[in-house]
């Protein structure tokens, strides 16, 4: 019998084992690779909506454009005059973007902070925001403003609030105290700018450079967004080209020449089109792409049962203690668009056939997710116990925070 048949035969039996139904069987896409080559396979060459299981692809670009190491930098400097014996800026304090994507509260008080340490307290005069400066999130391409200039204005705003302890929500003054424990800090004095005459979007002026902002190393960065299947993984993408760009970079990098990956966005929103045997392709260039830059999966993906995020909830037999630690993936997830999508691709080491790397697919899953993530769950226990079960590795080091390994760096003139 061949390779093919055989694993068929074999994973029917299984399935008749556990007590699956064959409309069960018969909606999943599936495919499951080792070295040696294919261990299972169901409509794996048949297009599906992979939802955020294109946030591999978008991680994939930006290691390979920038590299694993690459910092985003946020420029803060001055026009006007400041008078240090009083703290007072007259003038505009100014913001210069470097497409920071996950810039958060956390950085902005670090900011603050340091302005404060060199005798900087209130700005008579404006906020300036040049170039693309975000704070905080806006939750994917529905609710992020695409003009420069609202955006700026939108971004401003916040900053203000953000540096005026008075105008701190319950949020913000638990996320201060948290940076402050985690950094051995006193909570007390709170870092405050205050800012008098509003915000503006403009590029004009050459500002008088105080400090510059960098942000965690973009792995960091990267595994911050896919844990979390964070939407506004699209910064990252703005910041290297268009949808059509990363369209063309994924389909190049896997080989396909037609009837390829076909993106919408750069989050998985919306309509996109992979098939799952492209799903592992992608999923296994990031690997390779990461190792080549002395990274494990692990660095950039969650781990079920280890990290935080949706995984525990979608499948708690893989997050629990027989099975945590074992499979690095990424979910996807479509409540409406296409009828709904539940998306899972992943690897795992088995204890006979060593390291694999699967995906798994059920459209049309809409009103009924949760019934169909247990059967995708299902379906990895089973193919576990076909190669002889799991290999668990132990956890690696907690999810950072967006401040966790940020950098400022005081320009000379703003420290004497």
Known sequence: MARA?????????GWAASGWAA????????????????????????????????????????????????????????????????????????IQGGDDPDFQWENA??????????????????????GRFWLGWEHGVERRETDPKRLGERMGRRLISTFNPRRWTRSHINTWKALCERRGWDASPRPKIEVTGGMVFDDAGDPVPLLT?????????????????????????????????????????LGIESGGVELETASGERRNRMTVE????????????AASQHLELQELLPVIGCDPGSTRQMFPALAGPDHAGSVTCKTGTLTHTDGGVAVLAGTFTSAVKGPVVFAVAAPRAGGSLQYWRRAQQRWILDLMDQLGG?????????????????????TVGAAE
């Open 390 to 410: 799991d290999v668990r590795r132990p956890c690696g080091p907690p999810l950072p925070y967006s401040d966790a390994d940020a950098q400022l760096e005081v």
């Open 213 to 253: 902002h960098r942000s965690n190393p973009l792995s960091a960065v990267m595994r911050r967004f896919d844990v979390y299947s964070n939407n506004d993984i699209v910064r990252v993408a703005d910041g290297l080209g268009s949808v059509d760009d990363l369209e063309d970079f994924i389909n190049r990098r």
């Open 278 to 289: 492209q799903m592992v392709a992608l999923l296994t260039e990031l690997e390779v792409e």
């Open 5 to 13: 048949s055989l694993a068929a035969a074999v994973l029917a039996i």
């Open 109 to 130: 008080y670090l900011v603050a902070r340091e302005l404060n340490r060199l005798g900087l307290t209130r700005v008579e005069g404006r906020i300036r925001i040049q």
């Open 23 to 94: 409309s069960e069987r018969d909606r999943l896409h599936y495919l499951a690779i080792n070295g040696d080559g294919v261990l299972q396979s169901a409509k794996a060459e048949e297009p599906v909506n992979p939802a955020s299981v294109v946030k591999l692809a978008t991680t994939l670009w930006a290691l390979d454009r920038l590299g694993a190491d690459h910092r985003y930098t946020t420029t803060v400097g001055y026009v006007g005059e400041w008078d240090r014996s009083t703290g007072v800026l007259v003038g505009d304090l100014v």
